[in-house]
């Protein structure tokens, strides 16, 4: 199967090249969220994202409700990642022919689940029928809080790197439950200076790889400081992989990995107002993983969405 | 075929039923876009719209380039239909896994040649491949303007109907290289008060039976006075059908059906900004046609996508 992330990183760069900067754009394609120029209001977040039956869910083994959930949530998380608020979602559906409208009813009451928790109105739509298999697409606005949108881009060599839970394994489950991190990154927001911000979507090496390239540093991570979920461990009982290879490769966690300055870093290990770990600081390039007293070179592992394994 | 534009409808009224009242919600389901308040700027409108092969376009006959410049289009032609300025968008697509990329770069730059011609900066995306054929998800942010959206529901009798062009036939080219009436939209907003507003992308007929049913209003049109294409009349030539039923039911002419009062209606017919063709009144119920002297029950005709036709 090729790997449909990298090939999506080589179109952002060919996008990036192509579209005309534009002065109500505030941030364009390539990070969590694009931000634009609101008169009079904070920056305005939008983000999108496609699922599609086979390659992000199993409809048949997840069922619409999980999916509907989903396909919110990852939009929810991408809010989170640039430290935004959540205000608006809109849904566009291409639905079997057959038993479309249960999967329709069945995706919207998923939806609603966590857009009640979030307070996020679902406001509009596009619903169609079609040959093909599901496909949900999700479109989520946001407004900028505190100082503003975070970005990739902003660590810089010394500041400590952190994640808001532990790694590996959401195959398991939670790939589809996850609680996107609006809140935290909302209380971090306002506690610390967040350098740069992504939500671990593609796996711990290769999304912290996509913070180091953005800021143009490297990175040094503890491996016995990375949190690894129960999942990574049970799935390494029978993988051929480690633990820490799951917490590294596996993606869809939706943590946050997230850099701020030294001081900071202290304040968070001493009094976070949210569960976070420290795993590693900021270098000026490189990105590297010390294990056993010996650094290493940390490749981009993972990725190919993990239903591509299963 | 089953008609996925009703059961749309009827999907979107169990949504409606189901999605509760937000305060920052102006506009909810149900309308060419949904609207939501932003403190110290303009109402923010918000549509989406998803294109998939076979239903909505055939990739082989189109091209990219064209399928691009109409998925972006429809979104224009939506915030048009609420007298909106468009101000981004956001794209997602599902592309085939074989040339996937080739398609990609086409579409995008069958974007940016429209987004370029409305000024709609292109701000993110979503880019993914998998084993179903291409789909393409657009979402279109604006601002209303003057006085505000233009919604479907606030004909009244007697208002005067008007269209913004000739109907029918849109298989032979239009469907994909329509302008959208974005620019018309801003100059009747100027200058007239807009009762209610749609772009006709379901057909005439099935269109102004949606204006009736929000505003809670009936019309009367004339069947002598509704502006016919010139594909319409040679699609007749081999169809069967009459080029006032290709007017009437083929859809996707994505020109504006808009009403307003009487005396503003006299102002269009004077001298509008824009062409403006006037096809009949609002009355007070049933959707009817005047033809050769008789009154006819207008019947909600067409749809079914085009192409299924073809």
């Known amino acids: 199967m090729p790997d449909t992330r990298l090939s999506e990183f080589s179109y952002i760069n060919w996008l990036r090249k192509r579209i005309p900067s534009h002065s109500s754009v505030l941030i ?121 949108p975070v970005r990739r881009n902003g660590a810089r060599p010394g500041d400590a790197i952190f994640v808001t839970g532990a790694l590996g394994g959401s195959i398991r489950g939670k790939h589809l439950d996850f609680v996107p991190r609006v809140r935290e990154s909302q209380l971090l927001h306002a506690m610390v200076g967040l350098s740069a911000m992504i939500d671990i979507s593609d796996g711990l090496s290769r999304d912290l790889h996509h913070l180091c390239e953005e800021s143009g540093c490297g990175a040094l991570l503890d491996s016995a400081a990375v949190p690894i979920s129960d999942a990574a461990i049970e799935l390494a009982a029978t993988s051929g992989k480690s633990p820490l290879e799951h917490a590294l490769g596996d993606g869809e966690d939706f943590e946050l990995l997230f850099c701020v300055g030294a001081e900071d870093g202290e304040r968070l290990r001493q009094h976070s107002p949210v569960p976070v770990w420290q795993i590693g600081v900021m270098t000026e390039q490189g990105v590297a993983l010390m294990r056993d007293g010996t650094r290493h070179v940390l490749p981009i592992m993972g990725y190919e969405h993990q239903l591509a394994h299963s």
């Open 28 to 148: 364009g394609p390539g990070d969590d969220t694009a931000a634009m120029r609101v008169d009079g209001s904070r920056p305005l977040l939008i983000t999108t994202d496609m699922l599609m039956e086979g390659s992000c869910f199993l409809l048949r083994d997840a069922g619409a409700h999980a999916v509907g959930r989903k396909a919110l949530a990852v939009n929810l998380s991408d809010i989170a990642a640039m430290a935004g608020r959540p205000t608006a979602a809109v849904v566009s559906l291409g639905l079997p022919r057959e038993g479309g409208r249960a999967i329709a009813e069945g995706l919207f009451e998923g939806m609603r689940e966590i857009a009640e928790q979030f307070d996020v109105p679902i406001v509009g739509g596009d619903t169609n029928s079609w040959s093909g298999e599901l496909v949900v697409s999700v479109t989520v606005l946001g407004e900028a809080t505190g100082s503003g």
